[in-house]
């Protein structure tokens, strides 16, 4: 019985992902004390230096910096594990009040900006894969490079600016309205930052689609269904994207796992208030506490979608389940 | 994290280099990023050697938010600065930031995979832990969390991209490790008595290296757009040293009033990633023999 559960797959991906997120901890607990000064310098600033030896030591007990590393870190993780991810004094909260509020937030940027993404990439991808090395596959590819090669910030700069500047349209300087309190203001105020990160991510999707789809396009079964008269359309969506769906859901995934992280810029451009924002803010005032809590647990939403693709393809694609 | 198996991927037979140059001109995107890359790379050798009409960083006031003209060939920044030469040693910066930073990444990534897959046990399983904990990370916010540990000069966060794509390198060069080592020429090697690090470097890695050109040269395209993200967060190059994602975040308020402040350093971004996206794509069809004659 203990065996088969053993050598199940799913669970064995769980323990691998359990060991990466104890991984994780280290790491970042090991980089974040690698930074020169401590909590007690980085709360009193030039202050620190008028304490008296006396003073710092009872300050350095308080913060338990007096415990050896090890304890630090397992005191850390015991914190962590009761919900305890430290207080952030400039915002005068606890971090996972912080993070609670941060989070649907950036959840809602990344699940629209995949939105857009899959709504350009993919009929694109198709496009150019329809009739490779055509007008119209070079025109798919260009919007493709064009999307790998603008940098977020400045499309996100630019149309910042110049839609203020040419039509007054800026949303975003309004102060951030939730979606539940004022549902109208906010989707106007996602609009922009959604736009610009879903045109980076459709260009890996859009490459992937029309890879994936010209490498289906060829196969037998293909030949088979257009031969026994399947009429064009059902056959490009029926037979061939649903074939080359599993490298687009997994790409698909992995886009959505950086977006949960990697919108740090986009946000503080349009001044979203999520995840990748709130680390910012945190180095900047140089919160270290908030800023160790926060990339945890960054890592670990990263770490469960990836999870969570590699299950869905299993249940898209049934040879990948033997 | 997720365990993207490589598939098993044969290297191409080796062709001589001044070959695969040719190749890589007579390839549409391969030719394009060639020039692109070429010109920026002369451009940032130029002002490296203080070719350029004006100094980078010198202030001169009188003349500020000059429109571009022939004095100025992109006009002057809000202190009088000339854009032409700030945004060629803006290039400049990026592109060392980039290369010693994939440097880096490659030649540790490479060690890493190498190792792995090669000799399979207990490296192998450390080295993937390693990978996984790293790739756990969304890859901008690890730069950024990295970057802001170290003191920052261009080493430091070259070192903090760096990190980034070591995971990425020992993934892409672990996979035809795998198949290698089962090769008959590697196996014949081992049963002739050679030593397992000989084997490793002297059978293995040549057979590789198109696989790491292809890799480093879109690293290189990642690299040059971190880099400018974490300087446009103000996590970059300190100033006065002009960097193109700093120049581009101080022209954010003079967009309608002095346009050139960021369209001279925006586009040159751009044209830089473009150039070498263009020139990995190329050096892709041209090396891996998987996409010859399919595109």
């Given at each position: 019985m203990l065996r088969t559960i053993a050598r199940n797959r799913v669970v064995k991906r769980l323990a691998a992902a359990l060991l990466t997120l104890f991984g994780v901890a280290v790491f970042v607990f090991v980089m974040l004390r690698a930074i020169p000064g401590d909590q007690?310098?980085?709360?009193?600033?030039?202050e620190a230096a008028a304490l008296t030896p006396a003073q710092r030591a009872a300050l350095e007990s308080y913060y338990?910096?007096?415990?050896?590393?090890?304890?630090?870190?397992?005191?850390?993780?015991?914190?962590?594990?009761?919900?305890?991810?430290?207080?952030s004094s400039r915002a005068q909260a606890s971090v996972l009040d912080l993070t609670l509020a941060a989070l649907p937030v950036t959840f809602e940027l990344a699940v629209l900006s995949i939105l857009f993404a899959l709504v350009i990439g993919i009929p694109l991808g198709m496009l150019s894969a329809s009739k490779p090395d055509s007008l119209r596959d070079g025109l798919g590819q260009t919007v493709g490079l064009a999307g790998l090669s603008v940098p977020a910030f400045l499309l996100?700069?630019?149309?910042?600016?110049?839609?203020?500047?040419?039509?007054?349209?800026?949303?975003?300087?309004?102060?951030?309205?939730?979606?539940?309190?004022?549902?109208?203001?906010?989707?106007?105020?996602?609009?922009?930052?959604?736009?610009?990160?879903?045109?980076?991510?459709?260009?890996?999707?859009?490459?992937?689609?029309?890879?994936?789809?010209?490498?289906?396009?060829?196969?037998?079964?293909?030949?088979?269904?257009?031969?026994?008269?399947?009429?064009?359309?059902?056959?490009?969506?029926?037979?061939?994207?649903?074939?080359?769906?599993v490298p687009i859901v997994t790409m698909t995934g992995l886009q959505f796992g950086y977006l949960l992280g990697g919108a740090v810029v986009v946000e503080q451009i349009f001044s979203v208030p999520g995840i990748g924002r709130q680390v910012l803010l945190g180095i900047q005032q140089k919160e270290y506490a908030l800023v160790q809590s926060t990339v945890l647990v960054i890592a670990l939403t990263f770490v469960i979608v990836n999870l969570l693709t590699d299950l869905l393809y299993r249940v898209i694609d049934p040879r990948v389940r033997s | 994290m997720t365990d993207i198996s490589q598939t098993a991927q044969l290297p191409p037979a080796t062709r001589s280099g001044s070959g695969r140059l040719r190749s890589l001109w007579r390839s549409g995107s391969g030719r394009a990023g060639l020039i692109i890359v070429g010109v920026l790379v002369l451009f940032s050798l130029a002002s490296f050697a203080g070719l350029m009409p004006y100094d980078a960083i010198a202030q001169d006031p009188p003349s500020r938010l000059l429109p571009p003209s022939g004095d100025h060939l992109l006009g002057t920044d809000q202190f009088g600065r000339d854009v032409f030469s700030r945004v060629a040693a803006g290039v400049a910066n990026s592109a060392l930031i980039a290369v010693v930073a994939v440097a880096f990444a490659a030649v540790v990534g490479t060690l890493g995979g190498l190792v792995a897959g090669f000799y399979r046990g207990f490296s192998d399983s450390a080295i993937g832990g390693v990978t996984n904990v790293l790739f756990a990370f969304p890859p901008l916010l690890l730069a950024l969390a990295l970057a802001s540990v170290f003191t920052r000069n261009w080493f430091t966060i070259a070192v903090a991209i760096a990190v980034v794509y070591v995971p990425i390198f020992i993934r892409v060069v672990r996979g035809p490790v795998l198949t290698l080592r089962e090769i008959e020429y590697v196996k014949a090697a081992t049963s002739t008595g050679q030593r397992k690090s000989a084997i490793m470097m002297r059978h293995v890695l040549p057979n590789i290296t198109s696989i790491i050109i292809v890799q480093v040269t879109l690293s290189?395209?990642?690299?040059?757009?971190?880099?400018?993200?974490?300087?446009?967060?103000g996590l970059g190059t300190p100033p006065p040293a002009p960097s193109l994602g700093l120049m581009i975040y101080d022209a954010r308020a003079l967009l309608t009033v002095a346009p050139w402040t960021m369209i001279a350093p925006g586009a040159v971004v751009v044209l830089l990633v473009v150039g070498l996206n263009l020139l990995g794509d190329g050096l892709r069809d041209t090396l891996d023999p998987r996409n010859r004659g399919r595109r």
């Open positions: 007690i310098s980085a709360n009193l600033g030039t338990g910096l007096d415990q050896p590393l090890i304890t630090q870190f397992f005191s850390w993780m015991g914190n962590l594990l009761t919900g305890n991810l430290g207080f996100a700069t630019m149309l910042l600016s110049l839609l203020a500047t040419w039509f007054g349209f800026n949303p975003n300087g309004r102060g951030f309205a939730p979606l539940f309190t004022d549902p109208l203001l906010n989707l106007q105020q996602m609009l922009l930052p959604a736009l610009v990160l879903g045109f980076g991510i459709a260009a890996p999707i859009m490459r992937t689609t029309r890879t994936a789809v010209l490498e289906v396009r060829s196969d037998d079964f293909i030949r088979t269904a257009r031969a026994k008269g399947v009429p064009p359309r059902r056959l490009q969506l029926r037979h061939v994207l649903r074939n080359a769906l | 290189l395209s990642w690299a040059v757009l971190t880099e400018a993200s974490l300087s446009f967060l």
